[in-house]
């Protein structure tokens, strides 16, 4: 990268070591918050409030100015100390970070770059549990490992030839799902959301007031 020739796009949740890019890129630096985590905290403290769809919208259509009204004018509404205070600083970050909402492809458009098939900020973070399901799958990986995983995994996808250890050059082609396996998948997803609904009242001892033995013995064994 040659500071004085490539633009730089910075996308990050507002922690200093991350703004202070700003000051080093400088003109040649566009920051953006992490939509991700913006969206995150707007759902905390607005979730049930009146104006909650009036700032989602600000949000989903980049509307820097018209979201920093919405936020402002909602101070002193939220009726939790600690949300407020959260709302505040998060104000007050915005202002200390003009354009910081902005959508970076259309700085990028000013400059000459097509900008096409690039994505708005925050998608990777909001996708990161995915990545980690098909990369980890509940593992622990030493980063040679997962570096390995991660391009054995970009190979299947792009059809290129994998070598292995033992200088094994072999094509590993992307099996496409089949539809049985996609119904068993999606009946899967419903499962846990409906166990509750099974076996509610169908098992005595769940019944059973808390402080009795045999519900500090079931509250023990959660978990295994």
């Known amino acids: 990268?040659?500071?004085?020739?490539?633009w730089v796009?910075?996308?990050g949740d507002g922690a200093p070591w991350i703004t202070a890019c700003r000051d080093y890129f400088g003109q040649r630096g566009c920051f953006q918050l992490d939509r991700f985590h913006v969206a995150?905290?707007?759902r905390q403290w607005f979730r049930h409030h009146p104006r909650y769809r009036a700032?989602?919208?600000a949000l989903a259509s980049q509307d820097e100015e018209g979201l920093l009204r919405e936020l402002t004018s909602a101070v002193g509404t939220l009726g939790d100390e600690e949300k407020e205070q959260q709302l505040q600083a998060f104000v007050r970050r915005i202002e200390e970070l003009p354009g910081c909402l902005r959508d970076y492809r259309i700085w990028l458009q000013e400059k000459g770059i097509e900008t096409t098939n690039m994505r708005a900020m925050?998608?990777?973070e909001g996708t990161m549990h995915v990545f980690a399901k098909r990369s980890k799958n509940g593992r622990s990986w030493r980063d040679a490992g997962?570096?390995?995983m991660l391009r054995a995994m970009v190979a299947i996808k792009d059809t290129l030839p994998i070598r292995t250890r033992r200088g094994v050059i072999c094509h590993v082609e992307e099996r496409e799902e089949t539809k049985r396996e996609t119904i068993v998948k999606k009946a899967m997803k419903r499962i846990p959301s409906r166990v509750k609904?099974?076996?509610r009242d169908n098992i005595p001892y769940f019944r059973q007031s808390s402080g009795t033995p045999i519900y500090e013995a079931?509250?023990?064994l959660k978990g295994f």
């Open 1 to 6: 990268m040659t500071p004085l020739e490539d």
């Open 9 to 11: 796009v910075i996308n």
């Open 40 to 42: 995150r905290d707007i």
């Open 55 to 57: 700032i989602r919208k």
């Open 122 to 124: 925050g998608s990777a």
């Open 146 to 148: 997962i570096d390995a």
């Open 197 to 199: 609904e099974v076996i």
């Open 218 to 220: 079931l509250q023990a």
